[in-house]
Protein backbone atom coordinates (compact mmCIF):
# COMPACT_ATOMS: atom_id res chain seq x y z
CA UNK A 1 0.00 0.00 0.00
CA UNK A 2 1.60 3.24 -1.35
CA UNK A 3 1.31 6.78 0.88
CA UNK A 4 -1.35 7.95 -1.82
CA UNK A 5 -3.67 4.70 -1.17
CA UNK A 6 -2.94 5.63 2.63
CA UNK A 7 -4.26 8.70 2.03
CA UNK A 8 -7.33 7.62 0.11
CA UNK A 9 -8.65 5.61 2.75
CA UNK A 10 -8.03 8.18 5.53
CA UNK A 11 -9.46 11.12 3.41
CA UNK A 12 -12.22 8.93 2.18
CA UNK A 13 -13.67 7.85 5.42
CA UNK A 14 -12.73 11.25 6.84
CA UNK A 15 -14.69 13.15 4.18
CA UNK A 16 -17.76 10.86 5.05
CA UNK A 17 -17.31 12.33 9.08
CA UNK A 18 -15.82 9.00 9.43
CA UNK A 19 -12.95 9.79 12.33
CA UNK A 20 -10.06 7.27 12.32
CA UNK A 21 -6.96 6.95 13.94
CA UNK A 22 -3.55 5.16 12.46
CA UNK A 23 -1.37 2.53 13.85
CA UNK A 24 0.96 0.36 12.48
CA UNK A 25 3.14 1.02 10.14
CA UNK A 26 2.12 4.09 8.45
CA UNK A 27 1.04 5.50 11.68
CA UNK A 28 4.68 5.19 12.53
CA UNK A 29 5.58 6.35 9.39
CA UNK A 30 3.25 9.46 9.74
CA UNK A 31 4.67 10.33 13.46
CA UNK A 32 7.91 10.36 11.85
CA UNK A 33 6.67 12.62 8.62
CA UNK A 34 8.13 10.23 6.15
CA UNK A 35 8.05 6.44 4.69
CA UNK A 36 10.59 4.55 5.82
CA UNK A 37 9.77 1.20 4.50
CA UNK A 38 7.00 -0.59 2.19
CA UNK A 39 3.60 -1.11 3.72
CA UNK A 40 1.53 -4.33 3.09
CA UNK A 41 -1.61 -2.36 4.66
CA UNK A 42 -3.12 0.30 6.20
CA UNK A 43 -3.77 -0.20 9.77
CA UNK A 44 -7.01 2.04 11.20
CA UNK A 45 -9.17 2.11 14.24
CA UNK A 46 -12.43 3.03 14.57
CA UNK A 47 -15.37 3.67 16.39
CA UNK A 48 -18.04 1.08 16.84
CA UNK A 49 -20.84 2.96 15.48
CA UNK A 50 -18.91 3.56 12.26
CA UNK A 51 -18.10 0.14 10.98
CA UNK A 52 -21.19 -0.58 9.03
CA UNK A 53 -20.85 2.81 7.24
CA UNK A 54 -17.00 2.49 6.77
CA UNK A 55 -17.93 -0.98 5.20
CA UNK A 56 -20.35 0.79 3.14
CA UNK A 57 -17.93 3.83 2.17
CA UNK A 58 -14.98 1.31 1.33
CA UNK A 59 -16.94 -1.45 -0.88
CA UNK A 60 -17.99 1.75 -2.84
CA UNK A 61 -14.00 2.03 -3.50
CA UNK A 62 -13.77 -1.47 -4.16
CA UNK A 63 -13.23 -2.91 -0.69
CA UNK A 64 -14.85 -6.40 0.59
CA UNK A 65 -14.19 -8.47 3.59
CA UNK A 66 -11.31 -10.45 3.57
CA UNK A 67 -10.67 -11.87 7.22
CA UNK A 68 -11.81 -11.73 10.71
CA UNK A 69 -9.02 -11.58 12.97
CA UNK A 70 -8.98 -14.33 15.62
CA UNK A 71 -9.50 -11.70 18.75
CA UNK A 72 -12.46 -10.37 16.82
CA UNK A 73 -15.82 -10.23 18.68
CA UNK A 74 -19.00 -9.05 17.34
CA UNK A 75 -20.70 -6.52 19.21
CA UNK A 76 -23.69 -4.11 18.58
CA UNK A 77 -23.28 -1.01 17.34
CA UNK A 78 -25.78 1.93 18.22
CA UNK A 79 -28.40 0.85 16.33
CA UNK A 80 -28.45 -2.58 16.95
CA UNK A 81 -26.48 -4.00 14.33
CA UNK A 82 -23.76 -6.51 15.07
CA UNK A 83 -20.36 -5.09 13.76
CA UNK A 84 -17.18 -7.12 13.64
CA UNK A 85 -14.31 -5.57 15.65
CA UNK A 86 -10.89 -6.66 14.24
CA UNK A 87 -10.92 -7.51 10.71
CA UNK A 88 -9.07 -6.84 7.06
CA UNK A 89 -10.83 -5.16 3.98
CA UNK A 90 -9.11 -5.81 0.64
CA UNK A 91 -9.72 -4.56 -2.81
CA UNK A 92 -8.73 -6.50 -6.09
CA UNK A 93 -5.29 -4.81 -6.30
CA UNK A 94 -4.54 -6.57 -2.76
CA UNK A 95 -4.03 -4.04 -0.96
CA UNK A 96 -5.57 -4.08 2.50
CA UNK A 97 -6.79 -2.25 5.15
CA UNK A 98 -6.45 -4.06 8.65
CA UNK A 99 -9.16 -2.40 11.37
CA UNK A 100 -9.86 -2.47 14.43
CA UNK A 101 -12.87 -1.02 16.60
CA UNK A 102 -13.69 1.17 19.58
CA UNK A 103 -15.87 2.02 21.91
CA UNK A 104 -15.32 5.98 23.49
CA UNK A 105 -16.25 6.33 27.58
CA UNK A 106 -17.16 9.03 29.11
CA UNK A 107 -13.96 10.74 29.55
CA UNK A 108 -12.75 10.28 25.45
CA UNK A 109 -10.70 6.95 26.11
CA UNK A 110 -10.97 4.19 23.56
CA UNK A 111 -11.97 1.07 25.41
CA UNK A 112 -11.40 -1.72 22.51
CA UNK A 113 -14.74 -3.69 21.50
CA UNK A 114 -12.71 -6.64 20.07
CA UNK A 115 -11.26 -9.80 22.71
CA UNK A 116 -8.85 -7.35 24.74
CA UNK A 117 -7.46 -9.81 26.84
CA UNK A 118 -4.71 -7.37 27.97
CA UNK A 119 -6.98 -5.02 29.26
CA UNK A 120 -5.92 -2.30 26.96
CA UNK A 121 -6.98 1.45 26.90
CA UNK A 122 -6.56 4.00 24.31
CA UNK A 123 -6.90 7.27 27.27
CA UNK A 124 -7.45 10.27 25.48
CA UNK A 125 -4.00 11.39 25.26
CA UNK A 126 -2.84 8.13 23.53
CA UNK A 127 -5.36 9.31 20.78
CA UNK A 128 -4.03 12.42 20.31
CA UNK A 129 -1.01 11.90 17.93
CA UNK A 130 -0.94 13.50 14.83
CA UNK A 131 1.41 12.83 11.75
CA UNK A 132 1.84 13.58 7.75
CA UNK A 133 1.91 11.50 5.43
CA UNK A 134 2.91 12.41 1.74
CA UNK A 135 1.98 16.24 2.84
CA UNK A 136 -1.62 15.21 4.15
CA UNK A 137 -1.96 15.67 7.81
CA UNK A 138 -3.38 12.84 9.72
CA UNK A 139 -4.37 11.64 13.00
CA UNK A 140 -2.87 8.62 14.70
CA UNK A 141 -1.98 7.38 18.31
CA UNK A 142 1.19 8.78 19.73
CA UNK A 143 4.56 7.56 19.63
CA UNK A 144 4.43 5.54 23.45
CA UNK A 145 0.69 3.99 22.35
CA UNK A 146 2.82 3.04 19.00
CA UNK A 147 5.25 1.29 21.53
CA UNK A 148 2.56 -0.31 23.92
CA UNK A 149 0.62 -1.68 21.09
CA UNK A 150 4.03 -3.51 19.88
CA UNK A 151 4.28 -5.42 23.42
CA UNK A 152 3.06 -8.73 23.94
CA UNK A 153 4.49 -10.62 21.14
CA UNK A 154 7.48 -11.85 19.21
CA UNK A 155 8.21 -8.77 16.77
CA UNK A 156 9.40 -9.14 12.66
CA UNK A 157 12.35 -7.20 12.42
CA UNK A 158 10.27 -4.66 10.35
CA UNK A 159 8.45 -3.89 13.39
CA UNK A 160 11.93 -3.74 15.45
CA UNK A 161 13.12 -1.56 13.17
CA UNK A 162 9.95 0.84 13.52
CA UNK A 163 9.89 0.70 17.22
CA UNK A 164 13.94 1.89 17.06
CA UNK A 165 13.05 4.82 14.63
CA UNK A 166 10.45 6.16 17.17
CA UNK A 167 12.71 5.50 20.03
CA UNK A 168 15.28 7.24 18.47
CA UNK A 169 13.04 10.15 17.75
CA UNK A 170 11.03 10.18 20.30
CA UNK A 171 12.14 8.51 23.35
CA UNK A 172 9.76 6.60 25.99
CA UNK A 173 10.10 7.94 29.18
CA UNK A 174 6.27 8.97 29.15
CA UNK A 175 5.43 5.54 28.77
CA UNK A 176 2.56 3.37 30.90
CA UNK A 177 4.18 0.05 31.57
CA UNK A 178 8.03 -0.69 31.10
CA UNK A 179 8.38 -1.34 27.62
CA UNK A 180 11.90 -0.84 26.01
CA UNK A 181 11.76 -1.09 22.21
CA UNK A 182 15.79 -1.97 22.67
CA UNK A 183 15.33 -4.66 24.72
CA UNK A 184 16.69 -2.91 28.07
Known amino acids: MCAEDAVFIYQRLSSQGIPVWLTGGWGIDALLQAQTRPHKDVDIILLLDDVVRMQQVLARAGY ?105 RFGFGHLRGSHDPDGR
Not at 87 to 101: G, K, M, N, P, Y
Not at 125 to 132: P, R, S, V, Y
Open 64 to 168: HLKELWSENSWAPDRSGVDAPTAFVLEDSEDRQIDAHVMRMDDQGNGIPAWNNEEGLIFRAEDLAGEGIIAGVAVRCITPGMQAICHTGYRMPDFQTHDMKLLHQ
